[in-house]
């Protein structure tokens, strides 16, 4: 199914059904009074959060949402039925916004989690409810009102403990793919992840966390060069980044220049990005070129306080060691 993280989207609730002019006609009561009953409440417009989902694919091609208007009152006081609810589903981490607006209207970050988009309107009142002693046969009754209806941005921001970041052919797809159970695509050129992908990894025998993978950054990935700017709000829910350097196409300058390049992109992106907690990944240390730079590498970040691990996951060296830092890091270690 294709990933779709963003969708503008209509939704018009139901109106008000109208309530009701009648009078009491019966054998024997020809004059029995008012009995016109009240128009039914319009159907909402609900979001809901559905596990099951991870594309706001459905949403985006639909577009226009409207609730069910309310059924009128009828004769005998008998109220009108309410109109039905028109929910829609979506992936937990959505969030719903006013165009324009910064402000969220809604976050869906529980399953099963639900929040009116837009309300019915309220059902008119039959006749009946305006009589009084002095005024016993009203021919008088309420039009239903007209339902909330408002233009919305949703745009889905995964859920996930750890976020991968690193350039392009970093390694992060074919780690996500060595310490959990995630598939995405492992090419050897740039950009071979096109939309983000989440796992679940391990940490013993009773402890677990979401990883997510997102697209390669470069240098511009904030302003919208690459797939960055596309994807970095995935990140914004993360409580650590690791940081994947890959030392075999350089030396120590560029692989130190390229952790500036994204570390940079995401300080452009915003400030809770660039004061995440994180730690940095050598990877593709079964390699020779990687192994002779490592240690002198390793000093430079340390002298940066930031914490470095070797990894391979070609051969799986350091890979319990990595998560086990994961994890502890998320832990509060």
């Known amino acids: 199914m294709k990933f779709i993280d963003e969708a503008h989207i209509r939704v018009e609730a139901g109106g008000g059904g109208d309530g009701c002019i009648a009078f009491l006609r019966e054998k024997f009561r020809p004059n029995g009074g008012p009995a016109g009953g009240d128009g039914g409440r319009g159907g909402d417009i609900v979001a809901c959060a559905d596990p099951g989902l991870?594309?706001?694919?459905?949403?985006?091609?639909?577009?226009?949402?409207?609730?069910?208007?309310?059924?009128d009152g009828r004769g005998k006081s008998r109220h009108g039925r309410a109109g039905t609810d028109t929910v829609i589903r979506m992936p937990v981490g959505t969030q719903v916004r006013r165009p324009g607006a910064p402000e969220l209207t809604v976050d869906l970050v529980r399953a099963g989690q639900a929040a009116v988009l837009a309300a019915g309107g309220h059902g008119g009142r039959g006749n009946a409810r305006f009589a009084t002693p002095t005024h016993q046969a009203p021919r008088q009754a309420e039009k239903g009102r007209c339902g909330q209806a408002r233009d919305l941005v949703l745009e889905?921001?995964?859920?996930?403990d750890a976020g991968l970041v690193g350039l392009p052919n970093a390694g992060k797809s074919s780690l996500l793919t060595r310490v959990s159970a995630a598939r995405p695509k492992v090419?050897?050129?740039?950009?071979?992840?096109?939309?983000?992908?989440?796992?679940?990894?391990?940490a013993g025998a009773e402890s677990s966390f979401v990883l997510a993978d997102v697209p390669g950054l470069i240098a511009g990935a904030s302003r919208g060069s690459g797939l960055g700017l596309k994807f970095l709000r995935h990140l914004s829910r993360t409580r650590l980044l690791v940081h994947l350097l890959d030392c075999s196409m350089t030396d120590q300058a560029g692989s130190l220049a390229a952790f500036e390049t994204v570390t940079a992109e995401l300080a452009a992106h915003s400030a809770g990005l660039a004061g995440k907690p994180q730690l940095a990944v050598l990877s593709k240390c079964d390699l020779s070129e990687v192994r002779e730079q490592a240690p002198a590498l390793r000093k430079a970040l340390e002298d940066r306080n930031i914490e470095v691990h070797t990894v391979s996951a070609a051969s799986g060296d350091g890979i319990e060691e990595l998560v086990a830092a994961v994890a502890r890091r998320l832990a509060g270690g």
Do not use: H, I, K, W
Request: no cysteine; glycine share 8%; aromatic share 8%.
């Open 54 to 71: 991870t594309t706001l694919l459905d949403v985006s091609l639909r577009r226009v949402f409207r609730g069910e208007r309310g059924q």
């Open 156 to 160: 889905l921001s995964l859920l996930a």
């Open 187 to 202: 090419a050897d050129y740039p950009f071979t992840t096109l939309e983000p992908a989440l796992g679940v990894v391990r």
